[in-house]
């Protein structure tokens, strides 16, 4: 009954690799977010979906590359990993749009280490 | 775009004592206000927001004011408990454009109660 879930949980890899974390929903929302937290806990978001269609797109660097193969579903794909990369992030996802007032709800994080 | 400032970074309080924590934001069109708490190692979670057209709102313990014309806002939270301690977020949204639906958020603020 997980509303929304992240995997993997943790996530140790070497510069320069490249890997995805994935990201589902079970509240029949229609709007899905990646955000990133760093080391200070600031939160950022990065990208977000609105029924598999791209309606924020913050300046990010083009290794991070979203997917939404439908809208129960978000991935966070991420090439040539960097130290700068590791962080904590969050998907989350919302009825609606989360800036008019829909809550919303995020998944339990992915700790990426980048060594 | 906006930006929200939030202040302080750090409050420690004694048990049953009064926290308020504050922010101001930029863009006037900003109009939906939450807050989240994230506890140590959890995901964030919606505690209170208000709308523009509300000075205050109050859910028990917490209460959230906001002054529009001075675009601050700010989090009260009455007879604190110990379990209270957490990061606590403000965020405001964004319209238009490529921001339509954006949340920008707050630096945190991490609250220890003190038993």
């Known amino acids: 009954d997980t509303a929304v879930s992240q995997t993997p949980k943790y996530l140790v890899t070497q510069m320069g690799n490249d890997k995805s974390i994935k990201c589902e929903q079970n509240?029949?929302?229609?709007?899905m977010y990646w955000y990133k937290q760093d080391s200070k806990k600031f939160l950022k978001i990065m990208f977000s979906?609105?029924?598999?269609?791209?309606?924020i797109n913050e300046t990010v660097p083009n290794r991070f590359s979203p997917k939404s193969p439908d809208k129960a579903h978000l991935n966070l794909h991420i090439n040539s990993l960097e130290l700068g990369d590791s962080a904590v992030y969050f998907c989350?996802?919302?009825?609606?749009?989360?800036?008019?007032?829909?809550?919303?709800?995020f998944g339990p994080g992915t700790r990426l280490l980048v060594l | 775009g906006e930006n929200v400032e939030q202040h302080p970074s750090t409050l420690s309080v004694q048990e049953g004592d009064s926290a308020v924590i504050k922010c101001t934001y930029s863009?006037?069109?900003?109009?939906?206000f939450p807050w989240y708490k994230q506890e140590l190692g959890k995901r964030p979670q919606l505690i209170i927001d208000i709308r523009s057209n509300v000075g205050e709102k109050k859910d028990q313990r917490i209460a959230v004011t906001l002054n529009k014309t001075a675009k601050h806002f700010s989090l009260h939270i009455t007879e604190t408990q110990p379990e209270d301690s957490a990061v606590y977020f403000c965020?405001?949204?964004?319209?238009?454009?490529?921001?339509?639906?954006?949340?920008?958020f707050g630096q945190g603020t991490i609250l220890t109660v003190h038993p």
């Open positions: 979906y609105n029924n598999k269609e791209l309606i």
């Open positions: 863009d006037s069109a900003s109009n939906y």
């Open positions: 965020a405001a949204s964004t319209f238009g454009g490529t921001s339509y639906g954006k949340l920008t």
């Open positions: 989350a996802s919302s009825l609606g749009l989360a800036g008019v007032g829909e809550t919303q709800y």
């Open positions: 509240l029949g929302h229609d709007t």
